[in-house]
């Protein structure tokens, strides 16, 4: 199984633009709120937040109804956009080829082909940016009500009404 460690930055930033997502456009969420309602560290959602500025996928709004509002529609902001933009666009996997160093290694010329681990691990990359790639936010926020238990919908919606009028 291919296993990859991602930060809790990429959860945290996927709920957000989710929840984002489920409101109209342009409706702006101060990102203490967004914090409060997961129950977060508001400096280190901040730094997600303002990554996802630099991306293009949410934008800060300032004065006394400002907040955060995604940038593109949700439909156009895919999971692997928030995932570049969290983490960054490095390969999860670097082969550092050590099948050079040892005692059966050869003159670095000869290694002329990557090896079969490293080219099992890109395949399994590539097909993960792929799902990613193919998952947008409308889509997450399509599956809200299947996924979302009602009490939850509902004591969330409360919630941001109360918080944000």
Request: one cysteine or more; glycine letters at 8%; a negative charge.
């Amino acid at each position: 199984m291919f296993l990859m460690k991602l930060t809790e930055g990429i959860e945290w930033s996927i709920h957000c633009c989710t929840v984002l997502g489920a409101f109209p456009p342009g409706q702006t969420v101060p990102g203490a709120r967004l914090a409060e309602f997961h129950d977060v560290p508001p400096a280190y959602l901040t730094k997600q937040l303002q990554a996802l500025g630099r991306a293009g996928i949410v934008e800060s709004v300032p004065g006394r109804r400002g907040g955060y509002r995604l940038a593109r529609s949700p439909a156009e902001i895919s999971l692997l956009d928030i995932t570049l933009a969290i983490e960054g666009p490095d390969p999860a996997f670097r082969c550092t080829e050590i099948r050079q160093q040892g005692p059966s290694a050869v003159e670095s010329d000869r290694y002329v082909k990557p090896c079969g681990i490293a080219k099992a691990m890109w395949r399994a990359e590539d097909a993960w940016r792929r799902e990613l790639s193919a998952t947008s936010i409308a889509d997450l926020v399509g599956e809200l009500e299947s996924t979302v238990d009602p009490e939850q919908s509902e004591k969330a919606l409360v919630w941001f009404i109360n918080t944000l009028t």
